[in-house]
């Protein structure tokens, strides 16, 4: 057996260790650039200790937004970056520490649709402090940017780019709305599930995504009728870390795959898109699996996935399946119709996602015929 696991980020967990971030910040640097949510409230607490150039990113990071992000930085000639928020945040935030430093344009660092030139300098010092519990972006080695003109998001990968500090403080996501505790929640189940079953899975990876299954089988639900559920938003902080430290090291799957090209092209929150899809992505794995390659050390991981979700000793790969697609209606996750994802264009969404980079770690390769059936059902 042979197997890589890195991660450099320093990680600090705990309920209040947000109350430390302004001390963290100042020992990476005197001028801070704080990266924010939509409304930049959450951090004025910390905007304000600091001192900081703050940008706030009102939607999912795009390239333009970086771009003028990093010019931001260097005009102010700031020292070191510091995101506070959800996935969008960390990602800004991620992007625009190594570009304020690479010089030149986002697009030409990035990969599929940009040039993929090589991040060669090395990124300001970078701090995420998620305020969700799902995308795992404070330890994961890339940012996912949106590209308008391309209709695709796409990423700007570099081991550079993972985080100095990740400052997880469960506290901060006491907050949440009952909806996004939902999406991102699934976000945080998908990242365990695809890397447990991927083609680069590995014992380092598996013991993350056993423990962070059983942490979202037992905390999702009760996290989104209870958000002041102190236990269950702690399971999920945890779940959400796991599945970044996952994700980084074993890749994911067809519903990645697919949650690129869909995020690229209409305007719906990542998780809520991975939430449409899982069920769905999850079946067509298992029927290919068990069709061509009933022997595959995936289907039994299938089988074990089944049993730490549902808690049953007998449970099936498709048990799991259905305790999956219980959880989504319980979530009231809508299909991708409700998003304004018209049934013409599925055809186009299957050619992109075949090319997703996502979609290489999947257990086996689906084909274009496979790839529309699990779109269809997710619509
Ligand atoms: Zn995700």
Known sequence: MRFEFSTATRIVFGEGAASTLPELVRSFGSRPFVVTGSSGERAAWLVSALSAEVLAVPGEPTVDLVRDG???????????????????????GKAIAIVATNGGEPLDFLEVVGKGRVLSAAPLPFIAVPTTAGTG???????????????????????MMLPRVALVDPELTYALPPAVTA?????ALTQLIEPYVSARANPLVDALCVD???HVAGALGRAYRDGMDREARR???LASLFGGLALANAGLGVIHGFAAPL?????????????????????ANIAALRARAPLHPSLGRYADLARLLTGRKEATAEDGVQWVRA?????????????????????????????????QANPLSLTLEELLTVLSAAW
């Open 327 to 359: 959880l989504c209606a319980d979530l009231n996750i809508r299909a991708l119709r409700a998003w304004g994802i018209p049934q013409a264009d599925l055809p186009a969404v299957v050619e992109k996602a075949a090319k997703a980079s996502s979609m």
């Open 70 to 92: 990093a010019r931001r930085v260097r005009e102010a000639a700031c020292d070191v970056v510091v995101a506070l928020g959800g996935g969008s945040a960390i990602d800004a």
């Open 212 to 214: 962070g299954i059983r």
């Open 235 to 237: 399971d999920m902080a």
């Open 137 to 159: 972006s404070e330890v994961t080695r890339n940012a996912v940017l949106a590209s308008p003109e391309h209709g695709v998001k796409a990423s700007l990968r570099s081991p």
């Open 183 to 187: 999406y991102t929640g699934l976000d």
């Open 263 to 283: 995020g690229g092209s209409w305007n719906a929150p990542h998780g809520a898109l991975c939430a449409a899809l899982l069920p769905h992505g999850m079946a």
